[in-house]
């Protein structure tokens, strides 16, 4: 599916659902700006806008349509026989974390950014380009006056997106806790596991895609204004925030998986304990009655008439003195 949007220098929509024969007329117009955002397209889309109508370089064409696993930008200028305007390739991820599978769900963002055009690849509907379409259509905030004012605004609600998942995460760390102390079971270490498998892999989206955004914020890029470099810095300080906060949730999960190992030894030791308890209290009981239970002919012990009866008072004595000793050392 192909959106696209016209807007004039000061952020006013000058037209929208362009026809594509069309866009390239309104590319040489250096009045307007031009927002195109593909959503899921056919390959047919993909080459009509991509090739055909922006004619960029067939190598940032390919990393856009194969999925990267890692956050990357890079700056195309035109060589020799190129018929694209310079522009920058950059690819950011955006985040869902899922709390009944427990997993963080990442969803990948292409941007074309040019001096008067912008371009978005998306496989999925995301939260962030329709924020910032209605916003830029509607003229809030006056955001659609140039491409690197929409581009950090889709940044920015990226980021902002990552604090649902984050409170939501947060959440199930301090239910971990409480697990951890009450039921330390084979089923919370598997799920402390899997917190601590998810919260690494947030860290391993934050920090590359940190890295691409302080590029911005370092005013690195010409196509970035100067003036807009402060407001891509305030993005690179959240995601700076936001791997701290992860951090800390790696710390919480460390020690809460310290003691869930501590209360996993204890209850062993609790049994080990029981048991070792039970088989002192039972050896008197073990030795009378092997004893008494061999039944040779000449043990005189067999010929007495309340033998019988004074074997079992030992054995029972002797239990209640041993149950008694262990109750006072309070072993029980």
């Given amino acids: 599916m192909i959106n696209s949007f016209a807007f004039t220098n000061t952020g006013r929509l000058h037209t929208k659902e362009l026809e594509t024969f069309l866009m390239a007329t309104l590319l040489a117009d250096t009045n307007l700006f031009l927002w195109v955002d593909l959503e899921k397209p056919t390959p047919e889309e993909t080459k009509e806008v991509l090739e055909r109508i922006f004619h960029f370089h067939p190598l940032s064409i390919d990393d856009c349509v194969m999925v990267s696993s890692a956050p990357k930008v890079e700056e195309y200028s035109p060589k020799e026989g190129d018929i694209f305007a310079p522009y920058l390739f950059f690819v950011i991820h955006a985040v869902d974390y899922n709390g009944q599978n427990e997993q963080f769900a990442t969803s990948e963002l292409n941007f074309f950014l040019g001096k008067n055009f912008l371009v978005t690849y998306h496989d999925a509907p995301l939260r962030s380009v329709t924020t910032a379409v209605d916003r830029a259509t509607k003229g809030t905030m006056q955001i659609a006056r140039s491409p690197d004012r ?28 409480q697990l951890a102390l009450q039921c330390p079971g084979p089923e919370t270490l598997a799920k402390i596991l899997q917190i601590k498998k998810e919260v690494l892999h947030l860290r391993q989206i934050i920090g590359p895609q940190s890295a691409v955004i302080g590029r911005f914020a370092a005013g690195e890029f010409a196509l970035i204004r100067p003036n807009l470099v402060p407001y891509y810095r305030n993005i690179c300080d959240a995601l700076y925030r936001i791997n701290d906060q992860a951090h800390g949730y790696t710390d919480a999960l460390t020690g809460i998986l310290q003691v869930y190992l501590n209360m996993s030894s204890n ?10 308890l039970i088989t002192v209290v039972t050896t008197p009981l073990m030795m009378i009655g092997t004893w ?22 030992a054995m029972l004595t002797s239990t209640a003195a041993t149950y008694l000793y262990f109750k006072k050392r309070k072993w029980f």
């Fill in 292 to 313: 008494y239970g061999m039944n040779f002919k000449d043990m005189p012990e067999l010929s007495w008439e309340h033998g019988y009866v004074l074997a079992a008072v």
């Fill in 150 to 177: 929409v581009a950090h605004t889709l940044l920015d609600l990226l980021v902002e997106n990552y604090k649902p998942a984050l409170e939501e995460l947060s959440l199930k760390v301090s239910d971990l806790e």
């Fill in 267 to 276: 209850q062993t030791g609790e049994v080990v304990k029981l048991l070792t």
